[in-house]
């Protein structure tokens, strides 16, 4: 629903209003769920489980060259999915609910110059009571996003761009926590015509220590000693960005 500012509050800072809600029932898509499964959770797991969420966004573009948005959004998902281990499918868990803020803005101070910037604060909480803990798993709290774009100079054009993600919990009482990301990329071309384009793309992440997937789990290597943790050893496990790259592209558009 796009319409007027909510309030006489807002009028004064907005100029367009969007909100939405749903519900949906989607599909666990887990064998287990049909099939018998050694794992209670899964044997008891819904084959059909439900969604809910509202969205409310707030656009400005009061202010000349900028335009800026405000988001809050909520959903509540009765078996959120995730992976375990190294499975290579999500399997369904606990009920989850998520709060997300959302900042935004463009700034285009001439023709040929946009600067853009972005930050979302989530808040994502499993919905039952476990002493395990509260936590979700894979959720990041904060992640924000900034750069310039060059366009419209006689064929030539360019972006450069940095993105953060910060720490997420990898264990449902937050005792293990993932390292937080930061990646840079650019590219710059030249648009020959209607039909030819050549472009040059860079993608460095700037630390061979960011992490591209993050999980904690135990396990144990054969024959070694017994753990007093059900499955081995718990220990964080991730997988490392791509190293910084190169790539030159030529593009035709008939």
């Known amino acids: ?28 898509e887990n064998d287990s769920a049909l099939w018998l499964s050694a794992s209670p959770v899964e044997a008891d797991a819904d084959p059909l489980t439900h969604a809910y969420g509202a969205e409310l966004e707030l656009g400005s573009a009061r202010v000349p060259a900028l335009k800026s948005t405000l988001g809050l959004q909520w959903s509540d998902v009765d078996a959120e999915r995730g992976f375990v281990g190294e499975g290579t499918s999500p399997d369904p868990s606990r009920p989850t609910r998520h709060y997300e803020i959302g900042v935004s803005s463009d700034y285009s101070p001439t023709d040929w110059l946009t600067f853009d910037a972005a930050l ?42 940095a993105r953060y993600f910060g720490s997420m919990p990898l264990a449902e009482d937050d005792s293990v926590r993932s390292d937080p990301t930061f990646l840079v990329a650019g590219r710059m071309g030249y648009r020959v015509d209607e ?9 460095s992440q700037l630390s061979s220590t960011n992490r591209d997937i993050s999980h904690f789990y135990a396990s144990r290597v054969h024959n070694a000693a017994p753990s007093a943790q059900e499955g081995g050893y718990g220990d964080p496990r991730f997988y490392p960005l791509e190293p910084a790259s190169i790539r030159l592209s030529l593009d035709a558009r008939f």
């Open 1 to 28: 629903m796009r319409g007027r500012c909510p309030s006489r509050l807002f009028a004064w800072a907005c100029a367009v209003a969007l909100c939405s809600a749903g519900i949906s029932r989607a599909s666990n």
């Open 120 to 161: 979302s604060w989530t808040h994502g909480r499993f919905r039952d009571r476990d002493p395990e803990g509260s936590r979700v798993p894979g959720t990041p709290d904060l992640a924000i996003s900034t750069g310039l774009s060059l366009h419209d100079l006689g064929g030539f054009f360019g972006a450069i761009g």
């Open 195 to 203: 039909t030819w384009t050549l472009t040059l793309e860079a993608f």
